[in-house]
């Protein structure tokens, strides 16, 4: 089972910064605004998380039945160590045909191929690498540039990338962009870390989201560093979006320049990209009722966000327009929230930690009949595997 005490205390810290930016939440929507019907779409073909074990991480694959339900897969080590827990989005990647994962206690980088004959075998591509930093907790791949870039979160922090092919594996890592966090090896609680790294849509940016410290009027940032020729650039713009104060996970938000990320002081907020790199804060989801609002994805078929808490069990929809609340789905599986979460076809995946009460588990949902029409249809008990982090969907 997972602990959730970090969670949990930095709950109890951010709790006067909550009532502070907490205002009246958005309504419900009309679900007639855009059509609202049943999507056809491919099943994914299975999902893909880590043990994170402190002696032997491993990466477990579970295959997707066609009603989108998850059935029992394999375990495949990652020839690293991990470290419970990375309180990140982003540890596991999968593009194309190859699967990336990060191992935190060994401040390495795996990658793997996927068999095309089956989803469940996994075979090293080449030895794990240094990620150029320490107690690395959050990754992006580009197929487009052929690069992976890394958030490391330790004593030594910050950004590295390396260039990656299908036929030779990894190659090193470029020079750190340095953060000064301030943090130990492993970092000393969730404030002053970093949380999430992505591309944006066009993949001309790296974006990487980094929590604050509220408690000293600290927000943390979004750092922008643009791709230039093929290159992730070493130059950074920094900002700190009004509004904000412990950026969490993020995920881009179709069609704009745009991202959608979390903030367990309110729920959720879209933060634009300018053309000069630097961010503005744009539409807020002020969730009611929420605890540590912390991961997001994107349905393809409904289009919207759904975002996770790691304190309140439930999958909270969202419009991707005003990030106005279209759906509150609460859960009666006896868990005490959910982590990281991925969305694929007409199917949404999200980590189960596990509690006193229920054993960690993935929960399954089903968007099939359009926003604002979630439904869970399955709860797959997981606990054998122990402190999981991650989630990836191999479509």
């Given at each position: 089972?997972?602990?959730?005490?970090p969670?949990?205390?930095?709950?109890l810290?951010l709790?006067?910064?909550?009532?502070?930016l907490?205002?009246?939440?958005f309504?419900?929507r009309d679900n007639?605004r855009?059509?609202?019907?049943?999507?056809?779409?491919?099943?994914?073909?299975?999902?893909?998380?880590?043990?994170?074990?402190r002696t032997s991480?491993?990466?477990?694959?579970l295959?997707?039945?066609?009603?989108?339900?998850?059935?029992?897969?394999?375990?495949?080590p990652?020839g690293?160590?991990?470290?419970?827990?990375?309180?990140s989005?982003?540890?596991v990647?999968?593009?194309g045909n190859?699967?990336f994962t990060?191992?935190?206690?060994?401040?390495?980088?795996?990658?793997?191929t996927?068999?095309?004959?089956?989803?469940l075998?996994?075979t090293?591509?080449?030895?794990?690498i240094?990620?150029?930093?320490?107690f690395?907790?959050?990754?992006?791949?580009?197929?487009?540039?052929?690069v992976?870039c890394?958030?490391n979160?330790?004593a030594?922090?910050g950004?590295?990338c390396?260039?990656?092919?299908a036929e030779k594996g990894?190659?090193?890592m470029d020079?750190?962009r340095?953060?000064d966090?301030?943090?130990?090896?492993?970092?000393a609680?969730?404030?002053?870390?970093v949380?999430d790294i992505?591309?944006?849509e066009?993949?001309t940016k790296?974006?990487?989201?980094?929590?604050?410290?509220p408690?000293v009027?600290?927000?943390?940032?979004l750092?922008?560093?643009?791709?230039?020729?093929g290159?992730v650039s070493?130059?950074?713009?920094?900002?700190?979006p009004p509004?904000?104060g412990f950026l969490?996970?993020?995920?881009n938000?179709?069609?704009t320049?745009s991202?959608?990320?979390?903030d367990p002081?309110?729920?959720?907020v879209?933060l634009n990209?300018?053309?000069n790199?630097?961010?503005?804060?744009?539409?807020?989801a002020?969730i009611?009722?929420?605890?540590?609002?912390c991961?997001?994805?994107?349905?393809p078929?409904?289009?919207?966000?759904?975002v996770t808490?790691a304190?309140v069990n439930?999958?909270v929809e969202l419009?991707?327009?005003?990030?106005?609340v279209?759906t509150?789905?609460?859960?009666?599986?006896?868990?005490?929230?959910m982590?990281d979460?991925q969305?694929?076809?007409?199917?949404?995946?999200?980590l189960?930690?596990?509690?006193?009460n229920?054993?960690?588990a993935?929960?399954?949902?089903?968007v099939?009949?359009g926003?604002?029409?979630v439904?869970q249809?399955?709860?797959?008990?997981?606990a054998?595997f122990?402190?999981?982090?991650?989630?990836?969907?191999?479509g």
């Amino acid at each position: 089972m997972h602990s959730l005490g970090p969670l949990l205390s930095t709950a109890l810290i951010l709790a006067p910064l909550i009532n502070a930016l907490a205002v009246s939440p958005f309504h419900n929507r009309d679900n007639n605004r855009r059509p609202n019907h049943p999507r056809q779409a491919e099943v994914p073909k299975a999902i893909y998380f880590i043990t994170n074990d402190r002696t032997s991480n491993s990466v477990i694959a579970l295959p997707i039945s066609q009603d989108g339900t998850l059935r029992a897969g394999t375990s495949t080590p990652t020839g690293g160590a991990g470290s419970n827990p990375l309180e990140s989005q982003g540890a596991v990647h999968v593009a194309g045909n190859l699967l990336f994962t990060l191992n935190a206690g060994t401040s390495t980088l795996s990658l793997f191929t996927i068999s095309p004959d089956s989803p469940l075998d996994l075979t090293p591509l080449g030895p794990s690498i240094p990620t150029g930093g320490d107690f690395p907790v959050t990754l992006a791949v580009s197929l487009t540039l052929s690069v992976v870039c890394v958030g490391n979160t330790g004593a030594v922090a910050g950004v590295a990338c390396a260039t990656f092919s299908a036929e030779k594996g990894l190659g090193q890592m470029d020079s750190l962009r340095r953060f000064d966090l301030g943090q130990s090896t492993p970092p000393a609680g969730l404030p002053n870390t970093v949380s999430d790294i992505l591309f944006d849509e066009g993949e001309t940016k790296l974006l990487v989201t980094v929590k604050g410290t509220p408690e000293v009027a600290n927000p943390g940032f979004l750092s922008v560093f643009p791709v230039v020729n093929g290159v992730v650039s070493t130059t950074e713009t920094r900002s700190s979006p009004p509004g904000t104060g412990f950026l969490f996970g993020s995920v881009n938000i179709p069609g704009t320049n745009s991202i959608l990320a979390t903030d367990p002081t309110f729920g959720a907020v879209a933060l634009n990209i300018r053309p000069n790199n630097t961010a503005t804060s744009g539409a807020f989801a002020r969730i009611a009722g929420q605890a540590a609002t912390c991961w997001a994805t994107v349905s393809p078929s409904t289009n919207t966000a759904f975002v996770t808490d790691a304190v309140v069990n439930r999958l909270v929809e969202l419009d991707l327009v005003d990030l106005s609340v279209i759906t509150v789905l609460n859960l009666t599986n006896g868990n005490q929230g959910m982590l990281d979460l991925q969305a694929a076809g007409n199917f949404i995946y999200a980590l189960n930690p596990g509690n006193a009460n229920a054993s960690s588990a993935v929960a399954v949902f089903d968007v099939s009949e359009g926003r604002g029409n979630v439904k869970q249809i399955q709860s797959f008990a997981i606990a054998e595997f122990g402190h999981v982090q991650g989630m990836a969907v191999l479509g």
